[in-house]
């Protein structure tokens, strides 16, 4: 998908604000899906499971039952479905997902 390494959260905080971001773009393309629905009215579904995924990572993150590396996010493989254009925070889900997988990034200056 991307042939740079891809940033990883560096902290706990910073790995749920990038939910948080993820969650307010699902709110943009929900109202621009309402203004102008004609060419993104199949992202729906996807849109709906992605809102779903994020809100129990977000839950799981507060609850401190979440886990790291438990495979990808589903959303992941429905996500390759659809031009970056269609999904402008794209590499933002790639980062979360990169995160779960790795947990967070831990670098040599820490």
Known sequence: MFKTKVVRARSTNEY???IEQALDDIWDIRQSMEFDGEGIVEMGAFIDELE?????????MKDETYEFATGNFPFMKSLDNYHSSMIPFRYLLVRINETHMKGIEIS???
């Open 16 to 18: 749920v604000s990038m």
């Open 52 to 60: 779903v995924s994020l809100k129990e990572i977000y839950q799981s």
């Open 108 to 110: 040599e200056n820490d």
